[in-house]
C-alpha cells in the first residue's frame, strides 16, 4: 500500500512558478513509477509528466515541455514537479500517481495510487 500527499499548490500569475511535491508512504518507494496527472472542470484527467522509478528517464506531455521538470529524491520518497512560465490554461487540480513497475505509463489507468490532488490556479 502506498499513501500519496501532494503539496505545493497555489494562485500564481501567468508567468510565475510553483513547484509541487508528493510525499508518499512506505519503505517501496523506489519500485515505483511516478505520474503527475491534472484536471480541468469539465474536463478530462490528463498526463502531465513522468519519471521512471531510478529516475532516469522522464516523458512529458507536449503542452507543458520546455516549462515543466519532473524529479524525485527516493531518499525521501519524494516526486517533485517544477512548473515555470506558467499559463492561465495550466489551472487545474494537479494529482500524483505511482505505478509498480520501472516503466511509466501515459494512461491513467495504469496508476495503482494517487494523491487527493492539489489546485493550482493561474491567474491572466
Known amino acids: 500500500q502506498v499513501q500519496l500527499v501532494e503539496s505545493g499548490g497555489g494562485l500564481v500569475q501567468a508567468g510565475g512558478s510553483l513547484r509541487l511535491s508528493c510525499a508518499a508512504s512506505?519503505?517501496?518507494?523506489?519500485?515505483?513509477?511516478m505520474g503527475w496527472f491534472r484536471q480541468a472542470p469539465g474536463k478530462e484527467r490528463e498526463f502531465v509528466a513522468a519519471?521512471?522509478?531510478?529516475?532516469?528517464?522522464?516523458y512529458y506531455a507536449d503542452s507543458v515541455k520546455g516549462r515543466f521538470t519532473i524529479s524525485r529524491d527516493n531518499a525521501k520518497n519524494t516526486v517533485y514537479l517544477q512548473m515555470n512560465s506558467l499559463k492561465p490554461e495550466d489551472t487545474a487540480v494537479y494529482y500524483c500517481a505511482a505505478k509498480y513497475g520501472s516503466v511509466w505509463s501515459l494512461s491513467k489507468y495504469e496508476y495503482d495510487y494517487w494523491g487527493q490532488g492539489t489546485q493550482v490556479t493561474v491567474s491572466s
Open positions: 512506505g519503505r517501496t518507494f523506489s519500485r515505483y513509477a
Open positions: 519519471i521512471s522509478s531510478s529516475g532516469g528517464i522522464r
